[in-house]
């Protein structure tokens, strides 16, 4: 029980801060002092600290394994969403210091709710269970429902209402999934000790026999989580809520929601449906959804005038680019050189898009437009800020010598080796596409005449939270082998 509860420790810290905030936020006044932006960020900042550092007592103690009934497991796969998702919730609690003051007196529920979803995800990257996956899912996404509507007036309302009634949709497709899993496997683990039953042991002997249902739930859990990666055709919701919500949620969601998608989806297709008889369709299904999605998010983000539509659209396109290491499994070894990809390709992203978001929270911030042609001479207004948006920009178009450029070399390495070359010209041409969006940014802000000439300050945390990610785009596109070689450690765990 004792040994459970300690491999659940990164979670449990997040979910308590998360508490101990809610509670002194309900606390009648009286000697107890009203939270206060500042204190709320300390307090809040303890729990990815502390999640961080006991995930890293754990990993030093080797306490790797499963926990509660084989439903949970902690291994390098685990401690890498662990310390990914930790770093994310830190970067938008520091982004947030300015912004969180227009929650108002929901400060409070703000912090605790980035808290909660955080812990969440970290649950469901450890989660080998299909009942366990849909509860941290839940948990995950009921979070994010209410931080997209927490700013309360009619944008953020409509997104809010927008985002739930559409991830109720997608989590009642992802249950149809998981149940007619479970109703021809008879488990709803994925993976087990020998002799106990599992989804992959069940489908390694009688996977012919039932195949056709096999495919009808891998259609069913890819639409589900096609939702939340926010891949074509369930892209819908993305471009609304990222405009109507705020822009802290906003970076929450392109970042840490999108990572814990993946997450599952690498948990569940890779552990437990990898069988020869399977493996192959659902290969080719996500293969042609990357294509689709890298078109259809690079074309539409084309044509956006508003900086948090055009980075929805682009964020859509870029799981186009995740997704391509999901479809490239069927070469030599080739599932542990995807999943790889596909991690290394996630903590990149980490980097370039939260730097990209929190150079958005700042401007939206100080001059309440969202719109692009609003961030004409930025250079001049806020020269850090435009170099540090800029720097993004070309590690999202993937140029070098930023990390982006690097994520797709890898990425793209791995599906030419499993003989999908057609994807990877396409994924090359739609580089080449988003380049003329994500450098119009660039070019507005250093070649047009500004529209205000007052300079836009910015706090000492989120001066720490751009350094950190500007830092990691480029020593990391300089010096790659220490994440690479994190990202095939944690893969390594699917070829065991």
Partial sequence: MW???????P??????????????????????????????????????????????????????GFAFANSMVLDDFSYFFHFLFAGIAAAVLFSSQDY???????????????????????????????????????????????????QRDERSSEAGIKYLLLGAVASAVILYGMAFLFGMTGST????????????????????????????SVVFLIAGFGFKMAVVPF?????????????????????????????????IFFEGLTDASISGDWADIFAVVAAVSMSVGNVLALVQSNIKRL????SIAQAGNFMVGLAAISAAGGLEGAASGVLFFLAAYAFTNMAA?????????????DLIADYGGMWQRAPVLALALTLALVSLTGIPPTVGFIAKVYIFNAAVESDLVWLVVIAVLNSVVSAFYYLRIAGTMFLAEPRSRERIATSYPVRLALAVAAVGILALGIVPSPLLEVAQDAAAVFAE
């Fill in 235 to 267: 892209q819908m919701w993305v471009p609304d809520v990222y405009e109507g919500s705020p822009a802290p949620v906003a970076a929450f969601l392109s970042v840490a929601s999108k990572a814990a998608g993946f997450a599952a989806v690498m948990r």
């Fill in 357 to 369: 978001f929190v150079v958005v929270i700042v401007i939206s911030d100080r001059t309440g437009s």
């Fill in 100 to 150: 969180g003051k227009r929650f108002g007196d929901r400060q409070p529920e703000y912090y605790a709710l980035v808290l909660l979803a955080s812990g969440a995800m970290m649950l469901l990257a450890a989660s080998r269970d299909l009942i366990l996956i849909y509860i941290a899912l839940e948990l995950t996404s009921i979070s994010q429902y209410i931080m997209a509507a927490l």
């Fill in 11 to 64: 979670v449990l810290a997040m979910g308590g801060v998360a508490t101990l905030i809610l509670v002194w936020g309900f606390l009648p006044r009286g000697r107890i002092p009203a939270p206060r932006n500042t204190a709320l960020l300390a307090v809040a900042l303890l729990g990815p600290i502390l999640a961080a550092a006991w995930a890293l007592s754990l990993l030093t103690r080797d306490e790797a």
């Fill in 3 to 9: 040994d459970d509860l300690d491999k659940l420790g």
């Fill in 189 to 216: 683990r994925l993976i087990a000790p020998a002799g106990e039953p599992s989804i992959a042991s069940a489908i390694a002997e009688r996977g012919e026999e039932m195949r056709a249902g096999l495919v009808l």
């Fill in 311 to 314: 980075l929805g659209y682009s």
